[in-house]
């Protein structure tokens, strides 16, 4: 363990900051390209940047909390890095993939690993077609938007639009409206992840849409594809007890 090689990144925070400059002095550094394990110093914003600077590589991220919320980190501590490193459980995580279409015609592509949200640009509602494996679902949903989140994204964006939590192992993805105004009482589904959802959007030019993966928005879309995407992997490390599964579980008897 001693020979184990670290690559610490962190956000822009004097606290982030202050700790890698710490914990470098302690445990030294490496580039990403060489490093056994990535030490990731911030909050969950910052720890979704750097899995997407790795995702589909090898290489395993663990996060210690010096930002806000941090349900994906663990908590900082200078001590016994490397050891907690070695006795980390990890997480497989499995992102969306959106396929999106402006109403110029340009194309754009996106991965999330929390969630695809389609959100109202202007005052009046959004129209929305969902379709689901090439059937149409609800064929007008009209919301301030609507949501398709990964299970480790669904105590996040969805949770706040009352959407259900997931376990990791359930294989659904949460589809959730935000605030529904009709079908009123529609509060969404729980698709399997094989599921190919499209979003079509109604009277694109009185309506304006906008598309966003994670932190990629993608303004005046008038289609939007999604499914998940298991040829690419991130891979998060927590503390024994900790582990993403128990989190989950934990937040679903959280007042």
């Given at each position: 363990?001693?020979?184990?090689?670290?690559?610490?990144?962190?956000?822009?925070?004097?606290?982030?900051?202050?700790?890698?400059?710490?914990?470098?002095?302690?445990?030294?550094?490496?580039?990403?390209?060489?490093?056994?394990?990535?030490?990731?110093?911030?909050?969950?914003?910052?720890?979704?940047?750097?899995?997407?600077?790795?995702?589909?590589?090898?290489?395993?991220?663990?996060?210690?909390?010096?930002?806000?919320?941090?349900?994906?980190?663990?908590?900082?501590?200078?001590?016994?890095?490397?050891?907690?490193?070695?006795?980390?459980?990890?997480?497989?995580?499995?992102?969306?993939?959106?396929?999106?279409?402006?109403?110029?015609?340009?194309?754009?592509?996106?991965?999330?690993?929390?969630?695809?949200?389609?959100?109202?640009?202007?005052?009046?509602?959004?129209?929305?077609?969902?379709?689901?494996?090439?059937?149409?679902?609800?064929?007008?949903?009209?919301?301030?938007?609507?949501?398709?989140?990964?299970?480790?994204?669904?105590?996040?964006?969805?949770?706040?639009a009352h959407g259900p939590i997931v376990p990791l192992t359930a294989n659904l993805l949460p589809l959730t409206p935000i605030s529904a105004f009709r079908p009123r009482r529609w509060k969404g589904a729980?698709?399997?992840?094989?599921?190919?959802?499209?979003?079509?959007?109604?009277?694109?030019?009185?309506?304006?849409?906008?598309?966003?993966?994670?932190?990629?928005?993608?303004?005046?879309?008038?289609?939007?594809?999604?499914?998940?995407?298991?040829?690419?992997?991130?891979?998060?490390?927590?503390?024994?007890?900790?582990?993403?599964?128990?989190?989950?579980?934990?937040?679903?008897?959280?007042?």
């Amino acid at each position: 363990m001693s020979n184990t090689r670290i690559a610490v990144t962190a956000a822009a925070t004097q606290l982030a900051q202050g700790s890698k400059t710490r914990l470098i002095q302690r445990y030294g550094n490496c580039d990403i390209d060489s490093a056994d394990f990535i030490v990731a110093l911030g909050g969950d914003g910052f720890m979704l940047e750097t899995l997407h600077t790795v995702l589909g590589r090898d290489i395993a991220v663990y996060g210690m909390n010096c930002g806000s919320v941090g349900f994906l980190m663990n908590n900082f501590s200078e001590e016994g890095l490397i050891e907690r490193l070695h006795d980390a459980q990890m997480a497989l995580l499995h992102p969306l993939r959106m396929h999106a279409v402006t109403r110029t015609g340009r194309v754009e592509e996106a991965v999330a690993l929390n969630e695809v949200s389609l959100l109202r640009e202007l005052r009046q509602a959004a129209k929305i077609r969902v379709s689901v494996d090439g059937k149409v679902r609800l064929q007008e949903l009209i919301c301030d938007g609507v949501l398709i989140s990964t299970p480790a994204g669904s105590t996040a964006y969805n949770l706040s639009a009352h959407g259900p939590i997931v376990p990791l192992t359930a294989n659904l993805l949460p589809l959730t409206p935000i605030s529904a105004f009709r079908p009123r009482r529609w509060k969404g589904a729980l698709l399997p992840s094989t599921a190919e959802i499209m979003f079509e959007v109604l009277e694109a030019d009185k309506r304006p849409v906008a598309a966003v993966a994670d932190a990629k928005e993608v303004r005046d879309v008038i289609s939007v594809a999604v499914s998940e995407d298991r040829s690419l992997t991130a891979r998060v490390l927590f503390d024994p007890d900790q582990g993403l599964s128990e989190r989950i579980l934990t937040e679903q008897f959280t007042a």
